[in-house]
């Protein structure tokens, strides 16, 4: 992540829960008191999230120490110690709901990224994720996917080419939106094209896409499909694929699997700070 975003994001989040002073905790402790705490897991998963415990606490006082235990992407199981965090009382504990909250739910997606990974047990096909995030929490999403061994789709809309089927529809073609992205974009930006059959197919590869999204496609139909794809094309599978039948799509012979539900259906680690 670039720290420079992250400050800000982090900064923005935390005014959004503090405003102009945390009441509870200001009225309880003095601004010279000191506290020592520990980030505690609650529940199996793979750990995400420690720059943004770091630079979260460093924003509300640079003197808060953290000693991590665990890194990004590793396992952890209930009652494992995550971290170690000291400093000023006032800060510490205006910070802990906002960063816990984006913890766990980044460790969240790293443990889903990975059990996606396991079940579907083909190193041949890398697990990748979507733009179906939280607004605000793109970058966090897509950094735990990361964390859980995934690979990263565009960003957003402004970083590839993505042809969908109501691009297709209002240009009339795959043929003449592909047409239309190169004389627009250049050569620089990457064009993908999403198919949902043979014709369509053979059309992105004769339009010459760099990458062929094969959406909600059977697996048996994506064996065909990709047979009618030259090797330097990349291949995605995209679109009802779940944990549940990931399986299914194992030696289907693409290269990327991508799933919305890494991030839009994700359940959050749970932790805890505790004094």
Request: hydrophobic residues 40%; charged residues 25%; proline residues 2%.
């Amino acid at each position: 992540m670039n720290t420079l975003h992250l400050k800000k994001k982090l900064e923005e989040f935390l005014i959004e829960d503090i405003g102009t002073e945390d009441v509870t905790t200001n009225a309880i402790f003095s601004a010279h008191e000191k506290t020592k705490g520990q980030l505690i897991a609650k529940s199996t998963g793979s750990f995400s999230g420690g720059m943004v415990l770091k630079e979260g606490l460093a924003l509300l006082d640079g003197s808060i120490e953290v000693q991590m235990y665990k890194q990004e992407g590793e396992n952890m199981a209930p009652g494992e110690v995550i971290a170690d965090i000291q400093g000023p009382t006032r800060a510490v504990l205006s910070g802990e709901r906002v960063l816990l909250n984006m913890i766990q739910r980044m460790s969240g997606i790293t443990t889903m990224t990975k059990k996606a990974a396991h079940i579907l047990d083909d190193p041949s096909i890398a697990i990748c994720d979507t733009r179906k995030t939280m607004p605000g929490l793109r970058m966090f999403d897509k950094y735990a996917v990361a964390c859980g061994g995934g690979s990263n789709h565009r960003f957003g809309l402004y970083d590839a080419v993505m042809i969908k089927d109501n691009h297709i529809a209002a240009a009339g073609s795959i043929t003449k939106a592909v047409e239309n992205v190169k004389h627009y974009a250049g050569h620089m930006i990457k064009i993908e094209v999403e198919t949902t059959n043979a014709e369509e197919v053979k059309e992105a590869v004769a339009a010459k896409a760099d990458v062929i999204m094969f959406d909600n496609c059977t697996p048996d139909q994506i064996k065909e499909y990709v047979s009618l794809v030259p090797s330097f094309i990349q291949t995605e599978a995209s679109g009802s694929i779940s944990l549940d039948n990931i399986a299914d799509y194992r030696n289907c012979g693409v290269d990327y699997i991508s799933l919305g539900c890494l991030t839009h259906s994700v359940t959050a680690c749970d932790l805890s700070f505790l004094i």
